[in-house]
């Protein structure tokens, strides 16, 4: 639409100056100028993004070990990456972190939010505690949390010094609860942001309806299951977009926090992928567990991305 | 944006607020707790971490450790503290946060007024392109870096932040260009200014706010980044987190908790800094028009 009302508008400028002697030319050029300007930004995406994952499938199908070699072998590392313990553990460890992960940052959000949103003194106060860990790196997140629940130093041994003596909290050093304390990091960086989500869906809800509401005699706890709370959808389906896309990412906190162990009871697949591809020379392994990565954000994201540009035309 | 009705019309009871705050006042202690206790135990000396307790005050109240972090402590091979490597994320961030945020400004321009056939579709392809898992493109990076010569330089990595953040940036100066009036755009026209024109002189003076957001945004995300910095810098470009990584996760000698504190803290400290002055902006910002447009 504009594109049409700038050519007629560049040949109305063309007529006020009659300097210009090839008015076609220019309008041409006009016209040109905004896919030029675009241009190096898609070719360095198409090249390093949809490049890169055509290389990288390309790259799972091969036998490369050290280096990318590129004999094709079929689904041979497929088979083999399912056939592994080590990834059947790492998938595990993403379903119980993620799913753990993605309810309770919402349930925090959410109830925070709700809470922060009762006209509460000193929200001004609150709201940047609540939102400061978004800011630090998860290698700072997991150096924090790494000491204070290590039970020889840390939380335990505070209890046991406050003569708490029978209070344990080892779960970072026991294999089945070590994943647990990597969720405990994670919500505690994130849940803040997705509380700042749901703080803005609410104040966007039209006080009106909960006016005439309450004139009905609504409770308060009705008024957000029935209202409220459905009025929120889009604040849930974004957060349960970017905290999901966040868990299937995570690798800082696991590296910072655990480095995947004890053994490897806190192994995900970014660890996976990394430790496979670089140091232990699998890559066409590693190739095809990152693939694996991308179609699950891919699952969640597509269709999520497609709809949000459809609603916007 | 959403700041119309701040009010909310839920009136509580007194027990209900009485509730209400002390949840409240619970998380507040939560997010304080793990990095407060951190702040606590940068400034004792070594033996009253081990041998005492994590809560308490400082006894002796020394700046020793975060001396030691900065200046002497051992990262890797060399005695060399975190300096090098806070000056290293520097030169990464400000190239990288500049020109990212500048060509999504020209991107957001172009994908909302000066729209043309098939521009969604381009626009989809950037936008998914942000949330892809980067260990999709971790071993072509690593090939295509050496083979421009890069491989292991500041420049290598301001290249792949810069990628990686152009679907962001982009994102948010399109949304928030999407509402500015089309009309003024046309007028400018009409009295003969051309794209960069308009550009210059009607779209950047009012893009103060989402500048903002971008800036922020790219700051704190290449900042903290690990992935990458692990993966394609070598000792003359590695960012603060990979050192601190080495630092704290080092199993030679003593564990020194005080220094591993106080590096922790300095590498928090820019985008703690950010935030604290502009994070206000950033979150109002982000809402206006970001993940949810």
Known sequence: MVDQTNSSVAMAADYATPTAVKPDLRTRLQNLIPKLVLSPSLALILVFV???????????????????VYDWVGLENYEKLFRLRHWSIAIKNLGIFAGLYIAVCTAIGLGLAILLDQKIRGEGFLRP?????M????????????????????????????????????WIKDRNFAIYTVVIAAVWQTSGFVMAMFLAGLRGIDNEILKAAQIDGASNWNMYRRIIIPQLRPAFLSAFVILSHLAIKSYDLVVA????????????????????????????????????????????????????????? | MSVASTDNAISTG??????????????????????????LNSVKPLSEITGGNMMSLPQVFTLEPWFKAWNSAQIGVEPTGLKPYFWNSLKMVFPAVTISTVLGALNGY???????????????????ACFIPFQIVLIPMARVLGFLGIAGSTPGLVLVHVVYGLGFTTLYFRNYYQVFPTELIRAAQIDGAGFFR????????????????????????IWNDFLFGASFADLDSQPMTVALNNLVSSSTGVKEYNVHFAGAILAALPTLLVYIVAGRYFVRGLMAGSVKG
């Open chain 2, 198 to 221: 308009i550009f210059w002189r009607i779209m950047l003076p009012s893009s103060g706010p989402i500048i903002v957001v971008s800036v922020i945004w790219q700051f704190t995300n």
């Open chain 1, 50 to 68: 949809y490049g890169f994952i055509i290389f990288s499938v390309y790259l799972s199908f091969t036998g490369s070990r050290i280096l990318p």
């Open chain 1, 257 to 313: 926090l655990t480095g995947g162990g004890p053994g490897r009871a806190t192994e995900v697949p970014a660890t996976f992928m990394y430790s496979y591809t670089f140091t232990r020379n699998q890559m066409g392994i590693g190739a095809s567990s990152a693939v694996i990565m991308l179609m699950t954000i891919a699952a969640i994201m597509v269709p999520y991305l497609y709809a949000e540009l459809r609603e916007k035309k």
């Open chain 2, 14 to 39: 007194r027990i209900t607020r009485a509730f209400i705050y002390l949840m409240l006042i619970l998380f507040a202690t939560f997010y304080l707790l793990p990095f407060g206790i951190m702040v």
């Open chain 1, 135 to 170: 800011a630090l790196s998860f290698i700072v997140t997991g150096t924090a949390w790494k000491w204070f629940l290590d039970p020889g130093i840390g939380l335990e041994h505070t209890m046991h010094l406050w003569g708490w003596e029978s209070f344990e909290f080892n």
């Open chain 2, 110 to 128: 172009v994908l909302t007024k000066w729209r043309f056939k098939g521009d969604t579709i381009l626009f989809g392809l950037m936008l998914f």
């Open chain 1, 129 to 133: 505690i609540f939102l400061y860990p």
